[in-house]
């Protein structure tokens, strides 16, 4: 069974920094791509960054030059750094992973169970 954790949330003023992590655990072989969303009360689920075992990077516009995605392979935990926070950056975030496990061809999905951000002016 593989689980992910997300963690590093928390309140802080507007342009502050935030570091989060997703630690993901179990029977793990591989993870493919890596990424973050998030979810804002009374708003649908977004995407905010995704990167891919080859180190391809993506984010959504509004996040660009503020946020950067990583990860450490050796540890199966991925990082979302946030500088420069916005009230409107104030969410949940979710990390997701598309993985493989022991005994299995195909990948799946795995999500995080949320992290609060919260984004004070």
């Known amino acids: 069974q593989v689980q992910l954790v997300d963690s590093g949330g928390g309140l802080v003023q507007a342009g502050g920094s935030l570091r989060l992590s997703c630690a993901a655990s179990?029977?793990?072989?591989?993870?493919?791509?890596l990424g973050w969303y998030r979810q804002a009360p009374g708003k649908q689920r977004e995407l905010v960054a995704t990167?891919?075992?080859?180190?391809?990077?993506n984010y959504a516009d509004s996040v660009k030059g503020r946020f950067t995605i990583s990860r450490d392979n050796a540890k199966n935990t991925g990082y979302l750094q946030m500088n420069n926070l916005r009230p409107e950056d104030t969410a949940v975030y979710y990390c997701?992973?598309?993985?493989?496990?022991?005994?299995?061809?195909?990948?799946?999905?795995?999500w995080g169970q949320g992290t609060q951000v919260t984004v004070s002016s």
């Open positions: 997701n992973a598309m993985l493989r496990t022991t005994g299995t061809i195909a990948y799946s999905s795995a």
């Open positions: 179990g029977s793990i072989v591989s993870i493919d791509a």
């Open positions: 990167l891919n075992d080859g180190g391809r990077s």
